[in-house]
């Protein structure tokens, strides 16, 4: 009875958000809010910045189908929703062009890519307290890497600035 009530209840909280993602954020945000927002800006182009919400959405419902696979014991279920944020060599090269323009981001998305592979190992041992060990994990993860980054789209002349300066930097640092 509880682990059913506790899918409801979760199940009912991935939906509210889904929901509320149907609504677009404001194209910009008023310089008086800019201040309350202290997260370090993630250049991105617009389709890049698409591409990202879309990947998000679809992290975020991986989450909630291994939740719901693990009420009931469903591991094989629950390897294969963690196999879709886990890390693979695509992901590593998005999460790289993604953070070409934004020190730290990449180190920060694979580690998050890195904590999900956990939980396909511990649901192949049908060990579900590690499963919900690395499922804690990997939601720190995520909800960190939220609490430092934001999106920023910007426009071709500025990705190309941006990105020229961070491998500049990048190899001032490596000489």
């Given at each position: 009875?509880?682990?059913?009530?506790?899918?409801?209840?979760l199940?009912?909280?991935s939906?509210?958000?889904?929901?509320?993602?149907?609504?677009?954020a404001?194209?910009?945000?008023?310089?008086?809010?800019q201040?309350?927002?202290?997260?370090?800006?993630?250049?991105?182009?617009?389709?890049?910045?698409?591409?990202q919400?879309?990947?998000?959405?679809g992290h975020?419902?991986?989450v909630?189908?291994?939740?719901?696979?693990?009420?009931?014991?469903?591991?094989?279920?629950?390897?294969?929703?963690?196999?879709?944020?886990?890390?693979?060599?695509?992901m590593?090269?998005?999460?790289?062009?993604?953070?070409?323009?934004?020190?730290?981001?990449?180190?920060?998305?694979?580690?998050?890519?890195?904590?999900?592979?956990r939980?396909?190992?511990?649901?192949?041992?049908?060990?579900?307290?590690?499963?919900?060990?690395a499922?804690?994990d990997?939601?720190?993860?995520?909800?960190?890497?939220?609490?430092?980054w934001?999106q920023?789209v910007?426009?071709?002349?500025?990705?190309?600035?941006?990105?020229?300066?961070?491998?500049?930097?990048?190899?001032?640092?490596h000489?």
């Amino acid at each position: 009875m509880k682990r059913r009530a506790l899918w409801i209840l979760l199940s009912g909280a991935s939906t509210a958000l889904f929901s509320l993602s149907a609504f677009p954020a404001p194209p910009y945000s008023p310089p008086e809010m800019q201040t309350f927002d202290n997260r370090r800006d993630l250049p991105l182009l617009p389709m890049m910045a698409e591409h990202q919400k879309r990947s998000m959405r679809g992290h975020l419902q991986a989450v909630s189908d291994i939740v719901a696979a693990l009420a009931s014991d469903d591991f094989a279920s629950i390897e294969k929703s963690a196999s879709r944020i886990g890390f693979s060599e695509g992901m590593g090269h998005m999460c790289e062009n993604f953070g070409r323009a934004a020190p730290g981001f990449t180190e920060q998305a694979l580690a998050f890519h890195h904590t999900a592979d956990r939980i396909g190992e511990a649901a192949r041992a049908h060990d579900r307290g590690q499963i919900i060990s690395a499922l804690s994990d990997t939601l720190v993860a995520c909800t960190g890497c939220h609490a430092k980054w934001k999106q920023r789209v910007v426009d071709d002349a500025t990705w190309q600035q941006l990105t020229a300066n961070a491998r500049s930097n990048s190899t001032e640092e490596h000489d």
